[in-house]
């Protein structure tokens, strides 16, 4: 499946000189417009690269219009309105910079979707920044007008954007404005100093975007995000809050992603780390990663009413490490030290079961009897990690006996070879995923073991611009427990940067569900 992304254009296009609508040259850079002198030298002193260049536009939309007709620049590959303007909203300060999501003039309206990714590359750059919505005024606003504006949804307004961003002429197009009071008027003096400080410093940041900008292949991988687990491990919790009414606790997170965890907690969810933060007898839910029968006796002596959202396949991984254990085997279990999975699996016969977590742990390994040895794995190893220690095992203990089925999960297996896939293709691969998620670190291990860089981000704005200079071929997935809407909106901020072409490498279909506990069913 391919799809194509174009990078947004206005309604109304600004005309422009011929040469401005062919492909910019390879190796042309920024094009910076400003519309007052002291704002366009603020910009200039802050320029690092000498094919950057500042062209003054003038004050208001019919002299910018002017100046976007008459002027000659040279080549560029991408454009950044840079200047101050007027803070709508109340918790903006003299000098905090606003990038445009979208200009409006009241009658067209132009999106500008890599707004969250260069705000976010303002703040890793210590400056204040944020995403937001500018209106173009056609004179200075008075503070009567202030409200108004605010309750459309702006935040800022300036006189200007939006007569010029026709000006980059279907190249990539950001606006960066400083804000210098509350409102068009006598605080403008003042706080001027600190707006023109700020556009000093977002300069190298605006350079930094210009280099990400470029036309690029998205090469999707197929599986990723949401798995069968996951999916039903997020419903419990819903449905508890909705049969249950808030509050409901969950014990650890119910899965490891920081997105869906603050989206449960908007609903009236509670996590918590350990048991005794729950009052007695509320409901608690357990999390997709299991635990130890203790934590269950824990629960029962205080009167919890619980829900157990384990994974069925981690279910699997403790029904065995009890068989094994009842029937006098030592179980090595191949894991991850301290990940709950691992902490709730030893807790079902912790004298019976030993970590595991390299091929150097075989080696110093002592069992009472080494025909009776069995091995269990961790769900979310990456799969050729875990059998070079399970071969050291069966080297050192060759009568070893193995789960009777694979316990890396299908999910797991599935999204490692798929994103393997992708990395061979790509020159990035970007995983969306959570640093405390075991399955979505394991695809980012993939991609680099295939010699392709990749980064673990949560969303769109952990995007660092420099990741993206001379990329043209961009391999994204998600892991078990990233939502989905998480890989459109990296999609989505990517085409801020340049039209998209999206591409997906499916290598396997899943089909896989899981039924849900008799306490949330309807």
């Given at each position: 499946m391919t799809e194509t992304i174009p990078q947004p254009r206005t309604e109304e296009a600004v005309d422009s000189t011929a040469d401005d609508k062919v492909p910019a040259p390879v190796g042309a850079g920024l094009l910076v417009y400003a519309p007052l002198r002291l704002e366009a030298r603020a910009v200039r002193r802050?320029?690092?690269?000498?094919?950057?260049?500042?062209?003054?536009?003038?004050?208001?939309?019919?002299r910018v219009r002017q100046s976007a007709d008459g002027s000659r620049p040279g080549p560029f590959s991408a454009m950044v309105v840079m200047g101050t303007a007027a803070g709508l909203a109340d918790d903006l300060r003299p000098g905090d910079l606003v990038v445009a999501s979208e200009v409006t003039d009241g009658e067209t309206t132009v999106a500008l979707p890599g707004a969250d990714l260069l705000a976010a590359e303002l703040r890793r750059a210590g400056l204040s920044a944020r995403a937001g919505k500018i209106t173009t005024v056609h004179k200075l606003i008075k503070s009567s007008q202030r409200s108004r504006l605010a309750a459309s949804g702006s935040i800022a307004a300036d006189m200007e954007s939006a007569a010029l961003v026709a000006a980059a002429n279907g190249r990539p197009v950001a606006v960066i404005r400083a804000i210098s009071d509350g409102g068009f008027g006598p605080g403008m003096v003042t706080g001027g100093v600190a707006a023109l400080r700020a556009l000093r410093a977002a300069a190298p940041v605006a350079e930094r975007w210009a280099a990400a900008c470029r036309e690029r292949t998205v090469l999707l991988a197929g599986p990723r995000s949401f798995c069968a687990g996951v999916e039903r491990a997020i419903e419990i919790v819903e449905r508890a809050l909705e049969l249950r009414g808030a509050p409901v606790y969950v014990r650890k997170q119910i899965v490891h992603n920081t997105r869906v965890v603050a989206d449960l907690e908007e609903r009236g969810a509670i996590f918590v780390d350990e048991l005794d933060e729950v009052p007695s007898g509320a409901t608690v839910v357990f999390s997709a990663h299991g635990v130890a029968p203790a934590v269950r006796d824990d629960a029962k002596d205080r009167s919890l009413s619980v829900i157990d959202a384990t994974c069925p396949l981690v279910s699997k991984v403790h029904a065995e490490a009890r068989r094994f254990a009842k029937e006098g085997y030592t179980v090595a279990l191949i894991g991850h030290g301290g990940h709950e999975e691992v902490e709730g699996t030893l807790g079902e016969a912790p004298g019976s079961t030993v970590l595991v977590q390299t091929p150097a742990d075989v080696e110093g390994l002592s069992v009472a009897d080494p025909k009776k040895v069995a091995f269990l794995m961790q769900t979310t190893l990456a799969v050729d990690e875990a059998a070079d220690v399970a071969d050291a095992l069966r080297t050192k203990f060759p009568q070893m006996r193995a789960p009777?089925?694979?316990?890396?999960?299908?999910?797991?297996?599935?999204?490692?070879?798929?994103?393997?896939?992708?990395?061979?293709?790509?020159?990035?691969?970007?995983?969306?995923?959570?640093?405390?998620?075991?399955?979505?670190?394991?695809?980012?291990?993939?991609?680099?073991?295939?010699?392709?860089?990749?980064?673990?981000?949560?969303?769109?704005?952990?995007?660092?611009?420099?990741?993206l200079s001379g990329v043209s071929v961009v391999g994204l997935t998600a892991g078990a427990s990233a939502p989905p809407a998480v890989v459109s909106e990296i999609i989505t901020a990517l085409s801020g940067l340049g039209t998209v072409t999206v591409t997906e490498r499916v290598t396997t279909t899943e089909s896989v569900q899981f039924g849900l506990p008799r306490e949330v069913r309807r």
């Open positions: 802050g320029l690092t690269r000498p094919d950057s260049q500042v062209v003054r536009a003038g004050m208001g939309a019919t009777g089925s694979d316990d890396i999960c299908y999910a797991t297996t599935n999204r490692q070879a798929a994103v393997r896939a992708v990395a061979v293709e790509a020159d990035l691969v970007l995983v969306a995923g959570s640093k405390n998620s075991s399955n979505s670190v394991r695809l980012v291990e993939r991609s680099e073991r295939e010699g392709t860089p990749a980064h673990l981000i949560d969303g769109a704005t952990d995007i660092d611009l420099s990741w």
